[in-house]
T-cell receptor, first 113, second 114 residues
Framework: DGGITQSPKYLFRKEGQNVTLSCEQN?????MYWYRQDPGQGLRLIYY???????QKGDIAEGYSVSREKKESFPLTVTSAQKNPTAFYLC????????????FGPGTRLTVL | GENVEQHPSTLSVQEGDSAVIKCTYS??????FPWYKQELGKRPQLIID?????GEKKDQRIAVTLNKTAKHFSLHITETQPEDSAVYFC?????????????FGDGTTLTVKP
C-alpha cells in the first residue's frame, strides 16, 4: 500500500475556514488527481495535473484549488466557497504515457462542523 | 464528455455463486477500462483492466469482457468468496487524454453471503 500518502486521515473544519489536504507520492508519476467520494456515489474528479506547474479542472472544481510545485506533491485546498465540503477525499497518481492504472492514497475524511 | 453507467448498484450472492457487474460508456474514443475494488474503509485498488484491442481478459476467478460496438464492458467473478465483498468501480478513459483521465461509474456494492 505504500507509494502515495495522504494526511491527515481525519479533518474537522468550521464553516468559513479554508483547509488544505496533503498528497505525496514517491512513485515518480507525472499525473496526479483529486477525487471526492460521497456515500452511494462514485469517484468524482475535482482537479488533475499532468505535469509540474500545470493542472486542469475536473468535473466538480468549484470551491477547490490546487497547486503542483513539485512532482511529488499535489495539495488540495477546500475553500469556504465549497458549499458542501463534508466528504471523503482521495488522491491518486499514474504514469502519463497513455492511460493506465491509478494508484490511490488512503484518503482524508473531511467533516465540516 | 464521457458518461459511465454502472449496474446494479447493489448485488448479493451466495458464496460459490457467480457475480456480474456491467458498465456502459458513451465516448467511442475510450480505450482503457479498469475495474477497482474498494473494501470498507480502504483505498480503491485495481483488480483487472482491459484495453479496446482486446475482447476478454481473465485473471484466476476474475474476468472482464468488452463489447466496443455496444459500448459496454462487464466484470465477472466466479466462485465468489466472502472476501470478495466490497464496492467495485468501473472506469472508462479516452485515448486522447494522455493523463489517463478516467470517468468512474457510481459503484456496485457486492455482498457475498457465507
Amino acid at each position: 500500500d505504500g507509494g502515495i500518502t495522504q494526511s491527515p486521515k481525519y479533518l474537522f473544519r468550521k464553516e468559513g475556514q479554508n483547509v488544505t489536504l496533503s498528497c505525496e507520492q514517491n512513485l515518480n508519476h507525472d499525473a496526479m488527481y483529486w477525487y471526492r467520494q460521497d456515500p452511494g456515489q462514485g469517484l468524482r474528479l475535482i482537479y488533475y495535473s499532468q505535469i509540474v506547474n500545470d493542472f486542469q479542472k475536473g468535473d466538480i472544481a468549484e470551491g477547490y484549488s490546487v497547486s503542483r510545485e513539485k512532482k511529488e506533491s499535489f495539495p488540495l485546498t477546500v475553500t469556504s466557497a465549497q458549499k458542501n465540503p463534508t466528504a471523503f477525499y482521495l488522491c491518486a497518481s499514474s504514469m502519463t504515457s497513455g492511460s493506465g492504472e491509478q494508484f490511490f492514497g488512503p484518503g482524508t475524511r473531511l467533516t465540516v462542523l | 464528455g464521457e458518461n459511465v453507467e454502472q449496474h446494479p448498484s447493489t448485488l448479493s450472492v451466495q458464496e460459490g455463486d457467480s457475480a456480474v457487474i456491467k458498465c456502459t460508456y458513451s465516448d467511442s474514443a475510450s480505450n482503457y477500462f479498469p475495474w477497482y475494488k474498494q473494501e470498507l474503509g480502504k483505498r480503491p485498488q485495481l483488480i483487472i483492466d482491459i484495453r479496446s484491442n482486446v475482447g476478454e481478459k481473465k485473471d484466476q476467478r476474475i474476468a472482464v469482457t468488452l463489447n466496443k460496438t455496444a459500448k459496454h464492458f462487464s466484470l465477472h467473478i466466479t466462485e465468489t468468496q466472502p472476501e470478495d465483498s466490497a464496492v467495485y468501480f468501473c472506469a472508462a478513459t479516452p485515448h486522447n487524454t494522455n493523463a489517463g483521465k478516467s470517468t468512474f461509474g457510481d459503484g456496485t456494492t457486492l455482498t457475498v453471503k457465507p
